[in-house]
């Protein structure tokens, strides 16, 4: 028998979601306000989304006429 091939997982990129100035951490996407400070909100094109509870915000975007 052949032997099974082992799925390699993508890396965790928490990093990502913070920036480093000096001493201080801050965090570059917003949190959510229903789950706290640990969880942070998706960025899309016209909304942020939280994919723990589903809460959505849209943003306001005029048309351009």
Not at 11 to 16: E, G, N, P
Not at 23 to 48: I, Q, W
């Amino acid at each position: 028998m052949a032997k099974k091939q082992k799925k390699t997982k993508p890396t965790a990129q928490k990093y990502k979601n913070y920036e480093v100035s000096g001493d201080t951490l801050t965090r570059k996407n917003s949190v959510c306000p229903k789950c706290g400070g640990g969880v942070f909100m998706a960025k899309h094109k016209d909304r942020n989304f939280c994919g723990k509870c589903q809460y959505t915000e849209f943003t306001n975007k005029k048309k351009e006429e």
